[in-house]
């Protein structure tokens, strides 16, 4: 769709150029989360690790370019410099690249794991 002279890109067909460009970057144990309804940072949460701060940068680096070549538009990134975490901000894809020690410190996956299966049983 077209909006402005600024191509749309559909949040189903943005999740798909994410995965594809996880995968060409090696990207470790990449975990898609459906967050929607449940917060409203986003839709989808992507979580991956890097096996060392250049290969986490490289995966930023990829997302970035690769993915503006693509036509994804970020909204913001961070953690860059230290590329210990990084965040790479689509609007309705926050994609998480990590390195492993942090990813299994923080373990955002379980927690919102968590909150889902605590969003359920109230709703019920």
């Not at 970057?25 to 690790?49: H, M, P, Q, W």
Request: hydrophobic letters at 35%.
């Amino acid at each position: 769709m077209k909006n402005l002279g600024v191509t749309t890109i559909e949040t189903q067909q943005k999740l798909e150029i994410i995965k594809r460009i996880l995968d060409e970057k090696k990207a470790e144990n990449v975990e898609i989360l459906d967050v929607t309804g449940r917060t409203l940072l986003a839709d989808y949460f992507v979580i991956c690790s890097g096996t060392s701060n250049t290969h986490i940068k490289a995966i930023a680096d990829g997302l970035v370019v690769d993915g503006k070549q693509a036509g994804l538009r970020k909204d913001h990134a961070e953690g860059y410099s230290e590329a210990k975490w990084v965040l790479v901000d689509y609007g309705d894809i926050v994609v998480h690249i990590f390195a492993r020690e942090e990813r299994e410190y923080y373990d955002i996956e379980s927690l919102w794991k968590e909150t889902a299966s605590k969003l359920e049983r109230d709703t019920q």
